[in-house]
């Protein structure tokens, strides 16, 4: 119960619109995600997982151990946001491209009409220009930063925690 009632928060937090969001709401959106990558238990469980994880009313396992054999988990993705203002949608496409190509899961998140989030990402990321990819919290920057780190295989390690070495 208690995981299905985390993935319909979660589901809800990842649908709205982020333009018809209270700020507040928008930043706790971003957390929740990147909390969800940082503890073991985690915000974010999707509608299948949240009906996997609920208890087996049948009996324990017939191989007499009463364990279920063990399967490996999905690798843990860090949250991936494209801050996105509505000006460049060339640029944002092939973003889009990319990360869909590395099949890294992200979310497009439209600043047009919000200022103060257009203003913390410009700020934080040093750049002037959108759209900016933020990987976890720390911006990486534009399609060409994005491009150096997917050729360098420095993407996949930042993003999944694998792939090339610190």
């Known amino acids: 119960m208690k995981n299905r009632l985390r993935a319909l928060v979660y589901e809800t937090l ?6 018809k969001m209270h700020p507040v709401a928008r930043h706790l959106r971003n957390a929740a995600s990147i909390v969800n990558e ?9 509608a299948r997982r949240a009906a996997d994880a609920a ?4 009996p324990a396992a017939a191989n007499g151990h009463g364990a279920k054999p063990a399967v490996p988990a999905p690798p843990a993705q860090a ?5 996105f203002d509505g000006r460049d949608h060339r640029t944002k496409a092939k973003i889009e491209e990319l990360l869909n190509g590395q099949k890294i899961a992200f979310k497009v998140l439209d600043v047009t009409d919000d200022e103060a ?20 919290g720390t911006p990486i920057g534009g399609l060409g930063e ?6 360098s295989g420095e993407l996949q390690r930042r ?7 610190p």
Do not use: C
């Open 14 to 19: 990842m649908e709205a619109d982020g333009r």
């Open 117 to 136: 989030e257009k203003s913390w990402v410009t700020t934080t990321a040093h750049m002037n220009e959108l759209p900016i990819v933020v990987v976890a």
């Open 38 to 46: 940082l503890l073991p238990d985690a915000i974010r469980i999707d």
């Open 55 to 58: 208890p087996d009313p049948r």
């Open 146 to 151: 994005l491009t150096q780190l997917n050729l």
């Open 159 to 165: 993003v999944f925690g694998v792939g090339a070495s």
């Open 79 to 83: 949250p991936v946001f494209v801050y």
